[in-house]
């Protein structure tokens, strides 16, 4: 079984920064692409940035310049810095990973249960 899960959501006011974590676990031979993707009230869930195993990042126009993505292979973790937030960046963020559990094997795209982001005054 492979677990995502997320940690470091919460409340921040207008400008200013959080950082996410996401882990996963569980019966796992590679990882290739890690992401974060999120969900505001309302709104369809939208892609924020991914990582590749080799360290290539896309990120969603909204968030450029503000948003790092970055990974630690060793510890099957991917990071979110989230800078200058303002109040349309909340939503739920949901971590993703494309998991193969055995050398050589298909890789499946899994999802965190997902942390809240919240920007208010």
């Known amino acids: 079984q492979v677990q995502l899960v997320e940690s470091g959501g919460g409340l921040v006011q207008p400008g200013g920064s959080l950082r996410l974590s996401c882990t996963a676990s569980g019966s796992i031979s590679s990882i290739n692409v890690m992401g974060w993707y999120r969900q505001g009230p309302g709104k369809e869930r939208e892609l924020v940035a991914t990582?590749?195993?080799?360290?290539?990042?896309i990120y969603a126009d909204s968030v450029k310049g503000r948003f790092t993505i970055s990974r630690d292979n060793a510890k099957n973790t991917v990071y979110l810095q989230m800078s200058s937030l303002k109040p349309d960046d909340t939503a739920v963020y949901l971590c993703n990973a494309d998991i193969s559990k055995v050398m050589g094997g298909p890789f499946f795209r899994y999802w965190g249960q997902g942390t809240q982001v919240t920007v208010s005054s």
């Open positions: 990582i590749i195993s080799g360290g290539t990042t």
